[in-house]
């Protein structure tokens, strides 16, 4: 199965891409992001650009970000079911619970499949609110966007952690493994660079994110 070809894909899960913000300089920046990670250097890739502003460079890397944990879980989805995955784990020590603060605001116990799904919604509700990430050329970002960040990819983070640790052997059969460690690799850079994710979150995947962060 392809990586970016549908297969027989959960729908509902896999979303369609998301576009960079349009406003201000999210196109632009978006191709920035493409032509960097071209040269194949991600530690480059990841650097805010000179003259940059921080909060646009977040917001189009977020939606980066969003789409390729998309892509990765959606060649999943035949594979990671409520009945393989009764609970959101990583690994016999790490279980997620979900809850959004709003609709579900007590965490609650969820299969791995109904967490990705809650945490794909949430994300694209953020994403889709102009007074959080603003679409409009000159619209400020909220006083609270980084912490909004920073939410956002400790629970993409999750994402990862689940895929590695219940569904690395499924992704070497179908000879996706290289792709998901470029796009981790990018991921844990990222979010180095920026300190968006305490260390203590990243616990369960972290002696592979130490090798990616050569500590």
Request: glycine letters at 6%.
């Amino acid at each position: 199965m392809s990586l970016f070809g549908l297969g027989s894909r959960n729908q509902k899960t896999f979303r369609p891409k998301k576009s960079a913000p349009s406003g201000s300089k999210g196109a632009q920046l978006q191709k920035h992001i493409d032509a960097t990670l071209g040269s194949g250097n991600l530690k480059e890739a990841v650097r805010l650009p000179p003259g940059e502003d921080l909060n646009e460079w977040l917001a189009v890397n977020t939606v980066d970000f969003f789409n390729q944990v998309n892509i990765l879980y959606g060649t999943l989805t035949e594979f990671c079911t409520a009945q393989t995955c009764p609970t959101m784990t990583a690994g016999a020590k790490y279980e997620y619970r979900w809850a959004d603060g709003v609709t579900i605001k007590k965490p609650i116990e969820v299969s791995a499949p109904k967490y990705v799904e809650y945490l794909m919604d949430w994300i694209e509700t953020q994403l889709d609110d102009e007074s959080i990430f603003p679409q409009k050329l000159g619209t400020s970002f909220p006083p609270n966007f980084v912490d909004v960040v920073k939410t956002i990819f400790k629970r993409l983070f999750r994402v990862y952690a689940h895929i590695y640790h219940s569904h690395f052997q499924k992704i070497i059969s179908l000879k996706e493994e290289a792709h998901l460690n470029t796009c981790f690799k990018h991921f844990v850079l990222f979010t180095w660079e920026f300190r968006l994710i305490d260390k203590g979150e990243l616990a369960p995947l972290y002696e592979l994110v130490e090798s990616i962060l050569q500590l």
